[in-house]
């Protein structure tokens, strides 16, 4: 009886030296027993390689090359508004608004078992480390000038919302 006693307390003095030792390198390394809890993790980031736009009779199409340079691996970066603009004039395409008027998405040749797409929900859709080529037919008619397109990454919060802009001119 006196014997597994022992084993017991021994035990127990084994358990609290495990704890303390798991509580004393997460707090070293990570500073997540006393003090905050941070997710390091990156926020994703696509970036706008190519930009290409020309008027035909149905509007204006568009053709996009997006990458996504930055990001968790573990889901796509997606980008459900995008805002065409100019000095005097400008248009939000939402999430829909892409999905519907992405007439072909092409893969770029290296990435072809990573299947870019555009949803209703999210827009454009694009994962880690790919590159896709989005052509849109634009229901509207730009006038000849310059234009500012950014691609809106939504994020934690709005203030480090992530925009991306490219820049075309149609003449």
């Not at 998405?105 to 929900?121: F, M």
Request: overall charge positive.
């Amino acid at each position: 009886m006196i014997k597994m006693e022992r084993v017991t307390i021994i035990g127990i003095i084994f358990s609290i030296l495990v704890v303390g030792w798991i509580l004393a390198t997460g707090q070293w390394a990570y500073g997540n027993v006393v003090g905050p809890l941070v997710n390091h993790s990156k926020i994703p980031l696509l970036k706008i390689t190519y930009v290409s736009a020309y008027e035909n009779s149905k509007g204006t199409y568009l053709i996009l090359n997006i990458t996504d340079c930055c990001g968790p691996d573990a889901y796509p970066a997606s980008a459900p508004i995008m805002e065409i603009c100019n000095s005097t004039w400008h248009v939000f395409l939402y999430s829909y608004n892409i999905s519907n008027d992405t007439v072909k998405v092409i893969q770029a040749p290296w990435n072809e078992n990573k299947k870019d797409y555009t949803n209703w929900y999210s827009g454009f859709v694009v994962i880690l480390g790919s590159e896709a080529q989005f052509q849109l037919q634009l229901p509207f008619h730009l006038s000849p000038g310059t234009y500012h397109i950014k691609l809106f990454t939504p994020a934690v919060s709005s203030k480090v919302l992530a925009k991306q802009t490219a820049t075309f001119t149609i003449s």
